[in-house]
């Protein structure tokens, strides 16, 4: 059969342009919730060398807005036309490894999912410029109009930009505040919930921006500065780091570092539950994909583990060259992504190895609960494959005081304590222990039940040949006088001052 070329055919082009009505309203649907919305903001300040930027959002009065004003280069006329057209950038070009934009969609899919007018003003080397967008007015004319303001010195929200840079300007807030049944009280007040979620956002996101004693970015929001916020907790003197590995790829380096967070009782309970996040330490383990680092991925293994309650104190920081984002398929909101397959086989293997040490950090503590050498109050049985535990009934408080019973009295009081091991809560164990762990504690002991703890153990340490001089270091090694040391301490040395 031969073979027919294009050129034998009669062929007639026509524009095919799509509705502007119906496609600018479906950019406002790229699932972009108000924190990733800012947080796309903020990425074009960045990459047009941003030092400063502030975030203001009026919610409560009669207009309300949300402006985003940084310091940065700045947009002539020209310039500023291209940024708003929708999709300004060719994804596969080459850019300059600041760029954190991808499609050239960022700034107007972002802005319309939270508003209906979308103002810029920017000013360069002295000159001011401004466009907007009005979704209803693309509606009501069905066609790409963008209008060019040309005394944007009238404007209300003139006076944000005060030097070179650009203010993105949010008005029509009816994505935060005017499509809710709630009445307008209630409206406001879940507008500053998301605010709220939105600043705990940008300063994870950005915190290697903010870092350090002379920062790259310095991020208002409202007037109050954001502080970072390492979900790896780098800089915790108690968080285990292995080395980096790195995987060489045609399009660049990826870089991997396992993280190990402190146990919550090496951190104090403000810091632990800021790291924990909404949803708990769980849900917050895994992956954290950093972009040019910015963080595009925070916790979840994407398939490679499941999420334990051992593994949660496990987060690997994985960064990758804005080179790879069609290999990782980095979507619009530089929100998500995908393993490449090269990099899945070995993260998989290195998961595998790492989250053994966050167990360890966990069972550890739990093998010293039951050293045999620290006299533990409990023992672990381990019979047909169960595990329990039952009380120590040679611990020397236990021993100590039978040693006083009668005869015919012992056997009771033993009798008493294996009831008190049987009859231990399980379930309920469990439940609490799987939903808020760090809020089950033991309870505080009685100074005179401490006082007979010590006196045992320290009496059957001298029995055993231990000199007084370690007595101190083996009662400070058991986890139960560990916890309350101070108070364990002085009756230790009240013990000792007795016996010299």
């Given amino acids: 059969m031969e073979l027919v070329t294009d050129s034998e055919y009669q062929v007639r082009e026509i524009q095919a342009a799509p ?8 950019h406002r ?24 930027i502030r975030i203001t959002a009026i919610t409560s009065s009669d207009s309300p807005y949300i402006a985003i004003v940084d310091n940065g280069s700045g947009m002539a006329e020209a310039e500023l036309v291209e940024a708003m057209k929708l999709g300004a950038k060719n994804p596969t070009h080459a850019r300059l490894r600041k760029d954190l934009g991808r499609f050239g969609l960022g700034m107007k899919s972002a802005s319309f999912s939270q508003c209906r007018q979308l103002t810029v003003i920017s000013r360069k080397d002295g000159k001011d410029t401004c ?27 003139y006076q944000l930009l005060t030097s070179n840079g650009s203010a993105v300007i949010w008005e029509k807030l009816d994505r935060l505040l005017g499509e809710t049944s709630l009445p307008q009280g209630k409206s406001i007040e879940h507008a500053n919930a998301e605010l709220v979620k939105a600043e705990r956002h940008l300063c994870q996101v950005f915190h290697r ?11 208002y929001l409202n007037d109050r500065k954001l502080k970072p916020l390492d979900p790896l907790c780098s800089d915790h003197p108690a968080t285990q780091k292995d080395p980096e590995e790195v995987i060489p790829l045609n399009k660049g380096n990826v870089r991997i570092r ?4 402190p146990h919550h009782r090496k951190m104090d309970s403000d810091d632990w539950d800021e790291l924990a996040g909404p949803e708990g330490h769980v849900k917050s383990q895994g992956l954290y994909i950093y972009r040019e680092d910015r963080l595009i991925i925070a916790g979840g293994w994407l398939g490679l583990t499941k999420q334990t309650e051992l593994t949660k104190l496990c987060r690997i920081a994985i960064d990758i060259p804005n080179t790879m984002d069609s290999e990782w398929k980095i979507d619009v909101k530089k929100a998500s992504a995908q393993l490449p397959p090269q990099v899945r086989d070995r993260l998989k293997r290195i998961i595998e190895r790492f989250v053994g040490t966050s167990k360890r950090t966990y069972s550890a503590r739990g093998k010293k609960l039951v050293d045999e050498d620290l006299h533990p109050l409990w023992n672990r049985v381990i019979a047909n494959g169960q595990i329990s535990f039952k009380p120590n009934l040679v ?20 009798r008493c304590l294996r009831l008190v091991g049987s009859g231990l809560p399980i379930d309920t164990l469990h439940a609490e222990l799987v939903g808020n762990p760090e809020a089950v504690v033991s309870a505080e002991a009685e100074i005179e039940d401490l006082r007979d703890l010590v006196y ?27 916890d309350r040391w ?3 301490n002085e009756l230790l040395l009240e013990f000792l001052g007795k016996k010299s």
């Fill in 19 to 26: 509705y502007a009505s119906s496609l600018i309203e479906g």
């Fill in 395 to 414: 611990h020397p408080v236990f021993s100590s005081y039978a040693n006083q019973l009668p005869e015919d009295l012992k056997d009771g009081f033993y």
């Fill in 209 to 219: 921006f903010l870092e350090g004693t002379k920062p790259r970015l310095s991020l």
């Fill in 258 to 261: 396992c993280h190990t967070l």
């Fill in 456 to 482: 045992s153990l320290a009496e059957t340490l001298l029995k055993n040949g231990v000199s007084t001089d370690v007595i101190k270091n083996v009662m400070q090694a058991n986890p139960y006088l560990r």
């Fill in 486 to 488: 101070e108070s364990a």
């Fill in 29 to 52: 649907d790229f699932g972009y919730s108000l924190e990733t919305a800012l947080a796309d903001i903020v990425d074009n300040s960045i990459t047009a060398g941003a030092s400063e």
């Fill in 131 to 157: 466009a907007r967008w009005d979704l209803d007015h693309v509606a009501s004319r069905n066609d790409w109009t963008l209008t060019i303001i040309d005394n944007p010195e009238k404007l209300t929200h």
